[in-house]
């Protein structure tokens, strides 16, 4: 099994920055997919990043202001947010593992966290 543990979420003003991660840990391989999704009160679950295979993708919406990296040292993913906006506002999961062909940000991933708060103020 993976587990796969978010951290770094948290309340801002817009225009602010916040910077995620999620810590990989059990049966986790370094050549894994990765990918951030976010999910709004009431809304569906959407992709915002992916990386792998050397390639990163990310959601029209959050292009120029969001990067996802990866350190397979630490085994750890993050998401560097900056020039945040209300409508970033939902919690944020981590994935891996993707099962299905594509851009990486379907929610067909294998492995998911329990998410973490990102709270975004006008």
């Known amino acids: 099994q993976v587990q796969l543990v978010e951290s770094g979420g948290g309340s801002v003003q817009a225009g602010g920055s916040l910077r995620l991660s999620c810590e990989a840990s059990?049966?986790?391989?370094?050549?894994?997919?990765m990918a951030w999704f976010r999910q709004a009160p009431g809304k569906e679950r959407e992709g915002v990043a992916n990386?792998?295979?050397?390639?990163?993708n990310y959601a029209d919406a959050v292009k120029g202001r969001f990067t996802i990296s990866k350190d397979d040292a630490k085994n750890t993913l993050y998401l560097q947010m900056d020039s945040l906006k209300p409508e970033d506002t939902g919690m944020y999961y981590c994935?891996?593992?993707?099962?299905?062909?594509?851009?990486?940000?379907?929610?067909?991933?294998?492995?998911w966290g329990q998410g973490t708060q990102v709270t975004v103020s006008s």
């Open positions: 990386i792998g295979a050397g390639h990163t």
């Open positions: 994935a891996a593992y993707v099962t299905q062909g594509g851009d990486g940000l379907s929610p067909t991933y294998k492995y």
């Open positions: 059990g049966y986790f391989y370094s050549w894994y997919a």
